[in-house]
């Protein structure tokens, strides 16, 4: 069997083991595992590599039960050893790009050429934070919307970066949970919680948002599982 063929098989089945898994062991899960999974969270993919997001390791008991408590108390939250908060915003954009200048400038291993490039980059990205985020933007974009509904996802306005931002996130989040499965654990992620209430817990700065939370943990032995059910082939994808 070559590499390829290996890579793809074991791919298969670490996504193909990826459940909502909503009970827990009540076990404690070293904390270098925890850091292995996040950090290959964190290699996912983001628009002009800005990494909008930070992920909040929720695994201090006192704190976790106040967040599971503003997740509606879902039994996931309730069970899982940890949970990860992701948040986005433009402030964790303008610190993304202070850092990716310097790293581009102390670069060793850069070319000139590449560091021309990555600096570009930058100044685009800080162009754009300057003007897009603006409030004018909002009511043009939401009128122009109602004739033209592809466009009403564009990151224009302070709704529409703020989406634009969590959208980016989701990317992180969905390495995270094959992460989680691939190092032999389990994770859940929720929609249903107080966003608001989990910020003011957290102290988040303003313009902070969280698109989504993961429960994190062991599965149980009694953990039920349904089975799993997908759309068709043909009703999903379309081929031009």
């Not at 897009?132 to 990151?155: K, M, Q, R």
């Amino acid at each position: 069997m070559n590499l390829e063929t290996q890579n793809w098989n074991t791919f298969k089945v670490i996504n193909r083991s990826r459940r909502a898994i909503k009970d827990f062991e009540d076990v404690q899960i070293p904390d270098q595992d925890v850091q292995d999974i996040l950090e290959e969270a964190l290699l996912a993919p983001s628009s002009a590599n800005s990494q909008p997001y930070e992920i909040h390791w929720i695994k201090t008991p006192e704190i976790k039960v106040k967040v599971a408590k503003a997740c509606n108390s879902q039994r996931a939250a309730v069970q899982a050893g940890s949970l990860f908060v992701f948040v986005s915003g433009t402030h964790i954009i303008k610190q993304t790009l202070k850092s990716y200048a310097a790293h581009t400038e102390h670069s060793t291993v850069l070319s000139e050429k590449s560091k021309a490039y990555h600096h570009s980059i930058v100044k685009k990205m800080s162009l754009f934070l300057k003007f897009a985020p603006l409030v004018i933007w909002t009511p043009i974009l939401g009128f122009f919307s109602w004739f033209l509904p592809a466009i009403s996802t564009l990151p224009f306005g302070a709704m529409g970066i703020r989406h634009w931002a969590t959208k980016n996130s989701i990317f992180a989040a969905q390495n995270l949970l094959l992460a989680a499965v691939a190092k032999g654990y389990d994770a859940c992620p929720m929609e249903g919680f107080n966003a608001q209430k989990i910020a003011s817990l957290l102290n988040l700065p303003y313009g902070s948002v969280i698109p989504v939370i993961i429960a994190f943990g062991k599965k149980s032995d009694d953990a039920h599982l349904e089975p799993q059910w997908r759309r068709a082939f043909g009703d999903v994808v379309k081929v031009y």
